[in-house]
């Protein structure tokens, strides 16, 4: 503690290298925390995977499946209950404003307790036939309110009399979930099910599977497929665990954040390690004079890690911090729905970059305190 | 001495005493380097969806596609919608006399990806004349499919990227296996998919319709009178478009959101590395401090000595882009990679090094022009006197 005096007054020597040094760090942090960030988001939806749970899709034609098929997989062995949606794809007044609204069955409720809508809202939805609970970032997008009807056009989605407009009353607003990160909107199976021509009705496209035994859901999966695979309806089915890990899909993001965090790391340990060695260049002299004193080898080391660690902690914890305040307002600065997923500051980001920030400090003052440690006293003290 | 001849004589001084100061203006270079390599290995995956699809996207060509659809998968063109298409003006002919017409079927099926994990891949079918409509594909081995019969071919790119798209091997369809046999080149969006015969794919995944018509136009001012048919003719409720403008939206559609992410990480970086280049330049005119206290004091102007250390910030901002352009060449340039069920090859363009280039000199110039003033502003009494 008694050493805290002295370390400052070697960070403030040069006021202007310790502010920009500390900028450059927070700013590199601030890009760390979002990048982590939105791992710790996708490491959150693939932990908060229910293990029982799994979806079955039509294997090649997205014109969906006949909704007696629940029935058939539930009575496969080890298949507890199924629901089923459909969706409607459209678009609200310019084609370049894209809206998908899922068109749930009653048992959806059951299969999906995690979702965040409230027994109230299950219930509106399954009283109100063309109503819709939407979510925070969807309520935003298109300014919306509970009681607002909202219209969409959907040029594939011909209602029987052939009109392609269909209009939604906006019952209630609900959280979000972390990984639908363009928002929700979730009306009722039958409307858009009644409303079809007869030929079109019946259909799903869509069906949530729920295992008996969660450690076998994989081969539920399998089981699904195998036994549709020669019928007029063959399925895909995936687990959710296997839907939700985003290194499952073509490109893997988790893994482009890692490099991005990584490449602003590499520059701030340029910058700390050189800014610190000309900072014990300059004072050279005067370590020489603390170990004269009678300062230790370890006491003298200790001293210039801390004085590369003061700035590199300080921007770290500025720049995590920066990253949350921007995390809490992108929503809002970005036209929302647009799908980027949030980045979360969970305990983890905190504690990656609390350690990032420790190495960066401990591997920039390595060789200036090595230095010190061999420096002959006599010759430093002369300034030679 | 002119302004002209002692800025060169100063920067020209400058940069021989550079070697001295190299770890401390490889801040810059590192800073600069790490902003321009992230920032063009993001946008190398923009670069080369554009690629695939400019190059598909011929103006010759036409697409037609049912109202309201923004991917070929969400069109639906019955039987009778591609007669009448037929037999609009405005379309080339064959050899035969008959139009150059591709009435096309797209849609994605399961496929293991060489990695091992579950993705997608487009399956598409031809019309009988769809190898001639898309007349840049070649066959580069095996032969193509025969209208009619359960067989497919595959591109070259999608063979790197999925399992088991080898000739004689087989593709599992709802009505059985379809054996694979040719493989072709296109250079474009193609090169990611397996193509069969429009009619027998129909038949077999059950799609009652086709989804877009393809032609050739019988000249490029074509499309006007083709567009006034089609969507005159109240039987149709159809979009006509240039193949190439349809491509520019689906570019649009597809890359906005990575490259407005792309510019937003490249642009907090290079607030990162602005300071860095601030605290360099900063070190460097103190550094210099007796030397251009020296110069001025010869009767050099101060206004030199300020576009020395500009110039300094440049050439070390723009080594930085090089180097970080050449890095994310040498990772990404070339490297195939899928986005939804399409395949696409990763670029690194001249333009793009051009515009990490232009990134990085003008984060120098904002880094080095308060170094500069500074630099300028010298008190030559006092910086002759410190030590």
């Known amino acids: 503690m008694k050493y805290i005096p002295l370390i400052m007054a070697g960070i403030w020597r040069k006021p202007a290298r310790a502010i920009l040094t500390m900028l450059s760090v927070m700013i590199a942090f601030t890009l760390f925390g979002l990048t982590i960030g939105m791992n710790a988001t996708f490491d959150k939806v693939e932990q908060n995977a229910h293990n029982d749970r799994l979806y079955t899709n039509p294997r090649f034609s997205n014109n969906g499946m006949p909704v007696a098929i629940a029935g058939q997989i539930e009575k496969l062995p080890g298949v507890t209950r199924v629901a089923y949606e459909s969706f409607i794809a459209g678009y609200h007044q310019d084609p370049k404003n894209r809206v998908f609204v899922a068109l749930l069955n009653p048992d959806v409720r059951k299969l999906m307790p995690d979702w965040p809508l409230t027994p109230a809202q299950w219930d509106k939805i399954a009283q109100n036939r063309d109503g819709v609970v939407i979510s925070k970032i969807q309520a935003l997008q298109w300014k919306l309110k509970p009681g607002d009807t909202f219209t969409i056009v959907a040029p594939l989605f011909a209602k029987a009399d052939g009109s392609t407009s269909w209009t939604f009353q906006v019952l209630d607003v609900a959280d979000d979930i972390a990984y639908m990160s363009a928002g929700y909107m979730m009306g009722n199976f039958d409307y858009l099910d009644k409303a079809r021509p007869a030929a079109s009705q019946g259909r799903a496209n869509q069906f949530f599977v729920q295992a008996s035994d969660p450690t076998r859901t994989a081969d539920i999966a399998q089981l699904i497929d195998t036994n ?117 500051m969970t305990g983890i980001v905190f504690v990656w970059a609390g350690l990032s920030a420790a190495l960066v400090a401990l591997a920039s003052s390595a060789l200036p305190a090595l230095r010190l440690r061999q420096m002959d006293i006599a010759t430093a003290l002369s300034g030679r | ?67 309201g659809a923004d991917n070929e998968g969400q069109s639906s063109l019955s039987r009778d919608n591609v007669q009448t298409i037929m037999n ?95 493989s072709f080149r296109s250079g474009d969006i193609l090169e990611g998919q397996l193509i069969g015969d429009s009619d027998t794919l129909m038949a077999a995944t059950r799609h009652p319709n086709y989804n877009t018509v393809i032609l050739r136009l019988a000249s490029y001012d074509s499309l006007g009178e083709l567009r006034k048919s089609l969507t005159t003719n109240p039987a149709l409720s159809v979009h006509v478009e240039r193949h190439s403008d349809w491509y520019t939206k689906v570019i649009d559609n597809s890359t906005s959101l990575f490259a407005t992410l792309a510019y937003a990480i490249g642009g907090i970086m290079a607030i990162g590395a602005l300071f860095g280049c601030l605290n360099t330049m900063y070190a460097a005119v103190s550094a210099r401090s007796r030397e251009i206290a020296t110069l001025r004091a010869l009767g050099f102007n101060g206004f030199p000595v300020a576009v020395s250390v500009i110039l300094e910030a440049v050439v070390l901002a723009a080594a930085g882009a090089l180097i970080g352009a050449a890095i994310a060449w040498a990772l990404y340039d070339g490297k195939q990679d899928a986005f939804g069920a399409n395949v696409f090859t990763l670029r690194v363009t001249p333009a793009m090094v051009g515009l990490g280039i232009v990134w990085a000199v003008v984060l120098a110039l904002l880094g080095g022009l308060f170094p500069s003033i500074r630099a300028a502003r010298i008190p030559i009494v006092d910086a002759l006197r410190a030590t």
């Not at chain 1, 073509?250 to 800014?275: E, P, S």
């Not at chain 1, 005067?286 to 080391?301: I, P, Q, R, W």
């Open chain 1, 228 to 344: 549709f695979a020669n019928s007029a309806n063959p399925t895909q089915s995936i687990t959710e665990k296997a839907a939700f890990d985003v290194s499952n899909s073509g490109l893997d993001i988790a893994a482009v954040d890692r490099d991005i965090a990584l490449a602003g790391m590499f520059m701030v340990l340029f910058l700390t390690a050189n800014g610190i060695a000309r900072s014990v260049r300059e004072r050279f002299a005067e370590f020489a004079m603390l170990k004269t004193l009678g300062y230790s080898d370890m006491t003298v080391m200790a001293l210039v890690f801390w004085e590369a660690a003061l700035p590199c902690v300080t921007g770290a914890i500025l720049g995590v911090g920066l990253a949350s305040g921007i995390s809490a307002i992108l929503p809002h600065l970005f036209p929302p729905g647009g799908g980027v997923p949030l980045p979360t």
């Open chain 2, 88 to 182: 609009a003006p405005g379309i080339a002919r064959d050899t035969d006399g008959r139009p150059l017409i591709d009435q096309s079927v797209n849609i994605s099926i399961p496929m293991l990806r060489a990695n091992g994990t579950k993705g997608f891949i487009t399956l598409r079918g031809f019309g009988p004349k769809g190898a001639k409509v898309r007349y840049e594909m070649q066959m580069v081995a095996g032969r193509i499919f025969e209208p009619g019969k359960r067989e497919l071919i595959v591109g070259v790119g999608g063979q790197k990227l999925y399992q088991h798209l080898a000739i004689g091997e087989k593709v599992i369809l709802p009505d059985g296996e379809w054996p694979i046999v040719g």
């Open chain 2, 1 to 67: 001495m002119n302004l002209l001849r002692q800025i060169f004589v100063v920067s020209a001084m400058n940069f021989r005493s550079l070697p001295q100061r190299f770890w401390t203006s490889m801040v810059i270079v590192v800073g600069l380097g790490a902003t321009v390599g992230v920032l063009l290995s993001m946008l190398s995956m923009t670069a080369g969806i554009r690629q695939v699809y400019t190059l598909a996207g011929s103006p010759g060509r036409a697409i037609i596609a049912s109202l």
